[in-house]
C-alpha cells in the first residue's frame, strides 16, 4: 500500500491549498479516506472523511464551512481543498485508509504572513 501525499506549502492567512493523496496497492474505490493532522506538540486529530462513492462526508467542527474533502475514484485519488486558510491550520497533513490502518507520510502545511 502506498499514500503519497503532495500539494502542501505555505500559504498566507486566508488562502487556499489543495491537497491530494494518490493512493495504490488496494481497492480504492471501496475504502472511506480520511485527512488527518498533526500540529506540533498536539496529538493527531481527524480532520475530514470520506465514504467509498463520496456521497458522505464529515469535518472537524474547526474546519467546516472552509475545507472540503473530495476523491477521484478513477484516479485512486482524494482530495483537500483548504480555503480561509488560519495559522491554527499549520501541520503536517496525513492521508488515511481506515480499512486496514494505511498513513501516508504527511505534507506540511504552514499558513503565516
Known amino acids: 500500500v502506498q499514500l503519497v501525499e503532495s500539494g502542501g506549502g505555505l500559504a498566507q492567512p486566508g488562502g487556499s491549498l489543495r491537497l491530494s493523496c494518490a493512493a495504490s496497492?488496494?481497492?480504492?474505490?471501496?475504502?472511506?479516506m480520511s485527512w488527518y493532522r498533526q500540529a506540533p506538540g498536539k496529538e493527531r486529530e481527524l480532520v475530514a472523511s470520506?465514504?467509498?462513492?463520496?456521497?458522505?462526508?464529515n469535518y472537524a467542527d474547526s474546519v467546516k464551512g472552509r475545507f472540503t474533502i473530495s476523491r477521484d475514484n478513477a484516479k485512486n485519488t482524494v482530495y483537500l481543498q483548504m480555503n480561509s486558510l488560519k495559522p491554527d491550520d499549520t501541520a503536517v497533513y496525513y492521508c488515511?485508509?481506515?480499512?486496514?490502518?494505511?498513513w501516508g507520510q504527511g505534507t506540511q502545511v504552514t499558513v503565516s504572513s
Open positions: 470520506i465514504s467509498r462513492a463520496g456521497g458522505s462526508t
Open positions: 496497492g488496494f481497492t480504492f474505490s471501496r475504502a472511506t
Open positions: 488515511y485508509v481506515l480499512q486496514g490502518n494505511y
